[in-house]
Nanobody, 123 residues
Framework: QVQIVESGGGSVQAEGSLRLSCAAS????????MAWFRQAPGKEREFVAG???????TYADSVKGRFTISRDNAKTTVFLQMNSLKPADTAVYYC?????????????????WGQGTQVTVSS
């Protein structure tokens, strides 16, 4: 049974930091690309950052220089370090796994999803 579990969300003031974690189990995910998406109220889900097995990464323009994605292949865990948070970063953050080695920015290219974790940034 595939399980994708996010943790680390919460409430923080602007310019603060949070670190999200995503643990994947139930399959051999270590060769797959993993990514973070987010969805704010009334908006569509959007790509935030993705990472390949070898550590290659891609970021949305809105988070470049502030967010860092990393992964631990041995534990099939992916992290999202979020610094200099802004109220516009407020959203539910989802971890996703793609059954391929390349990163895609469309949510439709991902096969497994977590339940999401709320991030709220106040001004």
């Amino acid at each position: 049974q595939v399980q994708i579990v996010e943790s680390g969300g919460g409430s923080v003031q602007a310019e603060g930091s949070l670190r999200l974690s995503c643990a994947a189990s139930g399959r051999t995910f270590s060769n797959y690309a993993m990514a973070w998406f987010r969805q704010a109220p009334g908006k569509e889900r959007e790509f935030v950052a993705g990472i390949t097995r070898s550590g290659g990464s891609t970021y949305a323009d809105s988070v470049k220089g502030r967010f860092t994605i990393s992964r631990d292949n041995a534990k099939t865990t992916v992290f999202l370090q979020m610094n200099s948070l802004k109220p516009a970063d407020t959203a539910v953050y989802y971890c996703a796994v793609r059954r391929a080695q390349t990163i895609r920015v469309s949510e439709y290219d991902y096969d497994y999803w977590g339940q999401g974790t709320q991030v709220t940034v106040s001004s």
